[in-house]
């Protein structure tokens, strides 16, 4: 197998009673459609989706280990940000 | 293949969406469908005919299955081994109806394993050579367009089995065709090798098209493969070359060359061990 002309994508599934789309995996494509069908062989197999998404993992920003700590642990003692002190119906789902 | 019960245990509703990603709800196409064979149809034909289109899908899947470990890459190889095991699946329920409505008792892997070549009636095309990509992609691009016409005519069968095993094939085999047909533009659209490959696959595909078309008494379905043929040549910039087509018929039992071993590599194992489970 030769990885020319490809690039690497990643690849978002949505399952039937999932209400978001969660990241499973990625693959290599030569462009968008292609990921997209190979996306359906390769993570739909076993009916586990409704929707896919993919998208070039270059177009990816992400957050580095490096900045882990000023990123997330000034959120670490602010229990106060949980809406605890509401009262949450019953009948109101996905909350 | 003891499966019967696979369907009841991974069709169950899971209230909580912790096994979302193995996959749930699963259902059965033949569920609650009567299997007797309905007034005014002859069982001897049904069971000939759903016989030969199981036959056109096992013998594909087989060669599918082929390309296992010798696709381009890996996502090919799983993308037409996919394709294959949907084929299988059609060839499974086709073959147990054959058995039912012909009144010979013959289950799928009797119709499947212990026929000889001669007694099989799938369309040549499908037994012939994988040979390159190229033409198991024009290969494919022809019999799913062509099978699609057919199934898509037997919905509305009067046989409720066959309507329900057409039903869930149309979706299959929409996405079989929609998958050749952007590999052959990909392809002939491509580098001037692809485009090569792609000519000489449309020329080696061609001589076998009137053999389908002849297999269905339906004569608009021809036309509307042509169609699709013709159309995505166009997209390729290619095309669909005008061939004379070769005489005879898988229908009528006469096969090429290559369905022999093809079935010595299919049977083999069960043949060495009658009743083996696994």
Redesign the interface.
């Known amino acids: 197998?030769?990885d020319a002309g490809t690039e690497l994508y990643e690849v978002f599934v949505r399952?039937?009673?999932?209400l978001n789309h969660v990241h499973?995996g990625s693959?290599?494509?030569?462009d968008p459609?292609?990921a997209l069908?190979?996306a359906r062989?390769?993570y739909t197999?076993?009916?586990?989706g409704v929707s896919i998404w993919v998208v070039r993992s270059a177009d990816i920003t992400a957050s580095t280990p490096d900045e882990k700590d000023p990123f997330f642990a000034p959120s670490g003692d602010k229990v106060y940000r949980h809406p605890t002190f509401y009262a949450i119906p019953d009948d109101v789902p996905h909350i | 293949m003891h499966d019967d019960t696979a369907y009841s245990a991974l069709s169950e509703e899971h209230e909580d969406d912790a096994r979302w990603a193995y996959g749930t709800g699963f259902h059965d196409p033949l569920h609650g469908i009567d299997t007797t064979v309905p007034e005014g149809v002859d069982g001897a034909e049904l069971g000939a005919y759903c016989l030969a289109l199981g036959d056109d899908a096992l013998i594909s899947a087989q060669r599918l299955a082929e390309w296992c470990a010798r696709a381009p890459d890996l996502e090919e190889e799983m993308a037409l081994a996919n394709i294959g095991l949907d084929l299988l699946g059609q060839a499974r329920m086709l073959y147990t109806r054959a058995g039912q409505a012909d009144g010979s008792g013959r289950d799928e892997d009797d119709l499947a394993y212990f026929r000889d070549p001669a007694e099989f009636r799938n369309v040549r095309l499908a037994e012939l050579p994988n040979g390159d990509f190229a033409f198991t992609i024009v290969r494919l691009l022809a019999l799913s367009a062509w099978r699609l016409a057919v199934f898509t005519r037997l919905t509305a069968s009067p046989d409720p089995v066959l309507a329900a095993v057409a039903a869930k094939g149309v979706k299959e085999l929409a996405y079989h065709r929609q998958y050749a047909a952007e590999w052959a533009v990909r392809l002939g659209d491509g580098t001037e090798e692809s485009r090569r490959r792609m000519v000489r696959a449309m020329e080696e595909v061609a001589p076998y098209l009137e053999e389908l078309y002849a297999a269905e008494t339906c004569t608009t379905i021809g036309e509307e493969v042509e169609a699709v043929l013709r159309q995505v040549a166009g997209e390729a910039g290619l095309a669909w070359p005008r061939v004379r087509p070769l005489p005879g018929s898988g229908r009528d039992g006469g096969h090429t060359e290559h369905l022999a071993p093809l079935l010595a590599e299919l049977q083999g194992t069960a043949r060495a061990f009658p009743g083996a489970a696994w």
């Open positions: 197998m030769s399952g039937k009673r999932g499973v693959l290599r494509a030569a459609r292609m069908t190979r062989d390769l197999r076993r009916n586990e």
